[in-house]
């Protein structure tokens, strides 16, 4: 079992910046490709980003490209989310997610899920 704690949502401006982090609770952190997803009301959740393992590899939607970056640290069992430029319809709940072999595009792949943390972007 895997518990992930998202951090760092809050309300900010159209164009501002913020940085979500998950601190994930096991020792094998690292098998994990991770992942952010958000959901707006009324909306499916939807795909932002992903990272695998080691960090080689990124992959975001195409509505957050170039805005958002996610990274990890292995040694800190954490992922986090750089969201800069930020726009009203970036409002959201967003989670993240792991998940160890999988389309990490499709949030039914995902093992395990945190509790989510609200952004709100106003104009």
């Known amino acids: 079992q895997v518990q992930l704690v998202e951090s760092g949502g809050g309300l900010v401006q159209a164009g501002g910046s913020l940085r979500l982090s998950c601190a994930a609770s096991?020792?094998?952190?690292?098998?994990?490709?991770m992942g952010w997803f958000r959901q707006a009301p009324g909306k499916e959740r939807e795909f932002v980003a992903a990272?695998?393992?080691?960090?080689?590899?990124?992959y975001y939607a195409d509505s957050v490209k170039g805005r958002f970056t996610i990274s990890r640290d292995n040694a800190k069992n954490t992922v986090y989310l750089q969201m800069n430029s930020l726009k009203p319809e970036d409002t959201a709940v967003y989670y993240c997610?792991?998940?160890?072999?999988?389309?990490?595009?499709?949030?039914?792949?995902?093992?395990?899920w945190g509790q989510g943390t609200q952004v709100t972007v106003s104009s």
């Open positions: 990272i695998t393992w080691s960090g080689g590899s990124t």
């Open positions: 096991t020792r094998t952190f690292s098998r994990y490709t």
């Open positions: 997610a792991a998940v160890v072999a999988g389309d990490h595009r499709v949030a039914g792949g995902y093992d395990f």
